[in-house]
Nanobody
Framework: QVQLVESGGGLVQAGGSLRLSCAVS????????MGWFRQAPGKEREVVAA????????YYQDSVKGRFIISRDNAKNTVYLEMNSLKEEDTAVYYC?????????????????WGQGTQVTVSS
């Protein structure tokens, strides 16, 4: 069974930075695309960023372009989300997820395994 464990969330002031990590169990991490999603209270879970198996291709939601960076270390079975210039509207529970084999995955239903989520709260 694949397990994903996020860490790095917390409370930060607007304009600050956080780095989320997601450790993934299993030997085949390096062949799967990965993604970070977020869900704010009363809203749908939405994709924030995605990365292909090698890290050579990435995707970002428009609202985080230029502020967030997704990366992965296949030797450590870990995917990261560096979040800079945080805004109050970035407040949400952030989830990492493993996508189905293939290229970048953008849609929620293209991801099969999910972490438990980590809370990010941005205060004014």
């Amino acid at each position: 069974q694949v397990q994903l464990v996020e860490s790095g969330g917390g409370l930060v002031q607007a304009g600050g930075s956080l780095r989320l990590s997601c450790a993934v169990s299993g030997r085949t991490f390096s062949i799967y695309p990965m993604g970070w999603f977020r869900q704010a209270p009363g809203k749908e879970r939405e994709v924030v960023a995605a990365i292909n198996y090698s890290g050579g291709s990435t995707y970002y939601q428009d609202s985080v372009k230029g502020r967030f960076i997704i990366s992965r270390d296949n030797a450590k079975n870990t995917v990261y989300l560096e979040m800079n210039s945080l805004k109050e509207e970035d407040t949400a529970v952030y989830y990492c997820a493993r996508g189905r084999l293939g290229g970048l995955r953008y849609a929620r239903d293209e991801y099969d395994y999910w972490g438990q989520g980590t809370q990010v709260t941005v205060s004014s």
